[in-house]
């Protein structure tokens, strides 16, 4: 009799502590979409800090203009060279980028823990104009709400490119399950040029 009541009791104990741990540490994947947004659909808003430690969020982007948001794979065990080429292009046309007034915005996803030191590493020696910002996404969260986690070894995020009208509808949506395909700087201008 002893034995099953504390039996009952350890049962019991354990069912509150599994319970607390839930209150207390939420799953990481709540608020994760199951896929990324798409043309013609809203843009969610978000708040991520800048390298500068400025908090950013899109709604106040777009009150400027659109917004090209890149989305990179962060640092996968190396600085990725496609994202570092990509980096480059966008930046060698950033003067047409502000003719059409817009802002330029890359997401560096990564675990929290260096995440700062690695984006710091990925500009060193690049400077860029105020209409294009480094905004990290620590622990995912932005890359988890927006569907853009690469849940895979040695992946983080599928490198995507949007462009975000100033009334946060996505104008075009590029999504890569690869690490090239992605959208050109060149095209991008196009399609600004367009709208």
């Known amino acids: 009799m002893t034995h099953d009541f504390l039996a009952g009791a350890n049962s019991r104990f354990i069912c509150v502590v599994l319970l607390c741990c839930a209150v207390i540490a939420p799953p990481t994947w709540i608020g994760a979409a199951e896929k990324p947004p798409a043309v013609g659909d809203m843009a969610a808003d978000f ?4 390298l500068g430690d400025e908090k950013v969020t899109l709604a106040k982007l777009v009150e400027a203009g659109p917004v090209v948001l890149v989305v990179l794979r ?32 890359f997401v560096y996803p990564g675990p929290s823990e260096k995440l700062q030191q690695r984006a710091e590493e990925f500009v060193k020696g690049k400077d860029y ?51 090239g395909g992605r959208a050109k700087a060149d095209a991008v201008l196009q399609l600004l040029a367009a709208h």
Do not use: M
């Open 47 to 50: 708040e991520l800090n800048s």
């Open 74 to 105: 962060g640092y996968p065990g190396y600085q990725c060279p496609l994202c570092t080429k990509q980096f480059g292009e966008f930046l060698n046309l950033a003067e047409e980028f502000k003719k059409h007034h817009a802002s330029v915005v």
């Open 129 to 179: 104009p105020d209409n294009f910002q480094i905004l990290l996404d620590p622990d995912y969260r932005f890359t988890n709400a927006y569907g853009l986690r690469w849940n895979a070894n040695a992946e983080t995020a599928y490198p995507s490119t949007f462009v975000i009208d100033s009334k946060q509808k996505i104008l075009f949506e590029l999504v890569s399950k690869t690490h």
